[in-house]
């Protein structure tokens, strides 16, 4: 029988699959399918409704209440235009005792240790269940999650706890902020450049847009913090792409922002959605329509994290604490997918390898300490469920 290989073996096998979230995860998905079959563990896979991406979830361990959760993304964000010095879909370790490669510390590493842990949780004679749950589309705005969430809890009895292994240094985060992503399409009337007063330009009313939404973030950052705090401590708002026009010397007919928000854990989710759909309506529509009546401004939602506050899942915090041998919770401003698990009633909380000021970079890494830690985390949660 061939040995079991390592985290950071898995790990090694995870990161040679390009999973950047425009791109199918099947052939990973189905890597992880085969190793657990391997291993005599059956996986149910939930398909996106195209059939080009899935989920899939495993359980070891027997079929009863308790137990944990242990959830991870397969996606990454992409690496183009990125400097990396090495081939990011290959793991490389240097001599600084990092691990190098696209998704090493966001969060393949966390997936590679949990699957590198199923020959123990195996052996072991465990009285609750070792659920995994692996998501596709983490990356832009946890679509994937809400079907996985879904599917699980309607399948197993109840899980007594949910770790998502994002990156956190393994420190426990019972706290994230929420955040909305939105789509603000602009639609202007053509003219020459020469006869302004014949059409609209979609760029100068996304401009003022803009410069709306940059005031309404000074207006936020002035409010006193909530009780949880997250650096830097207050509502978000970014422009991430803009695109529109056709020739600098024609009003640009479209234009269309992607943009989104972060609001504190304990903060009011829809404020900004809600604010910016009045100042359309009352006020830039209305100015922009007096120039052409066919002018046209419309906002979808593109994605919705919900947050995750402390008292929700004191439980899991509990139960990871004892895990990672720490002392405190922290609370981050960043989106997961633990907000989603918690929406199904279980208390959840973040926990994972690596740094996440790695995360997204070029020369993205997790330190193989990280990796040894999480290791030993796994090792803890499998004889806690031992003793259950
Ligand atoms: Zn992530």
């Keep these: 029988m061939k040995t079991a290989p390592s985290s950071i073996d898995m790990l090694g096998r995870l990161v040679g699959f390009d999973t950047t979230s425009r791109n199918s995860n099947l052939a990973l998905i189905h890597f992880i399918r085969d190793h657990l079959a391997e291993l005599g563990l059956e996986s149910t896979l939930v398909p996106n409704a195209e059939g080009t991406k899935a989920n899939l979830f495993a359980s070891v361990g027997p079929e009863v209440e308790g137990g944990v959760v242990l959830s991870g993304h397969t996606d990454v964000v992409p690496v183009d235009g990125q400097a990396w010095t090495t081939d990011p879909w290959q793991l490389a370790e240097k001599d600084d005792g ?7 510390c966001d969060m393949k590493g966390f997936v590679a240790a949990c699957l590198a842990h199923v020959p123990a949780f195996q052996k072991a004679h465990l009285k609750v269940p070792m659920h995994l749950a692996f998501s596709y589309d983490e990356e832009i705005g946890c679509l994937g999650a809400r079907s996985l969430a879904e599917r699980l809890v309607g399948s197993v009895p109840r899980p007594q706890a949910v770790i998502v292994g994002e990156p956190t240094m393994m420190s426990v985060v ?3 902020n929420a955040g909305g992503g939105l789509v603000a399409t602009f639609t202007g009337v ?9 059409g609209v330009s979609a760029i100068h009313f996304a401009g003022d847009f803009i410069h709306w939404l940059n005031e309404l973030q000074e207006e936020l950052a002035t409010r006193r913090r909530g009780d949880i705090d997250t650096v830097p401590g207050h509502t978000t708002i970014n422009v991430g792409i803009i695109t529109g026009g056709t020739a600098a010397n024609i009003l640009a007919r479209e234009c269309t922002l992607n943009w989104g928000y972060r609001t504190l854990p304990d903060g009011d989710a829809w404020e900004v959605q809600r604010r910016a759909e009045k100042y359309i309506a009352e006020l830039l529509l209305p100015k922009m329509r007096s120039k052409h009546p066919d002018a046209n401004i419309t906002l979808r939602r593109r994605s919705f994290v919900p947050g995750l506050l402390p008292q929700d899942n004191e439980e899991a915090a509990e139960l990871a604490l004892k895990w990672t041998g720490g002392n405190r919770t922290y609370a981050v401003p960043y989106g997961t997918e633990a907000g989603i698990f918690r929406g199904h009633g279980i208390p959840t909380v973040i926990c994972g390898p690596g ?4 995360a997204h970079q070029p020369n993205e890494f997790v330190a193989r300490a990280q990796m040894d830690a999480c290791d030993a985390f796994l090792d803890k949660m499998t004889a806690w469920a031992e003793r259950q």
């Design 190 to 198: 053509e003219a020459h450049s020469s006869m302004t007063h014949l």
């Design 98 to 104: 990092n691990l190098y490669g696209r998704g090493t």
């Design 355 to 358: 740094d996440i000021s790695q």
């Design 174 to 176: 019972n706290a994230q």
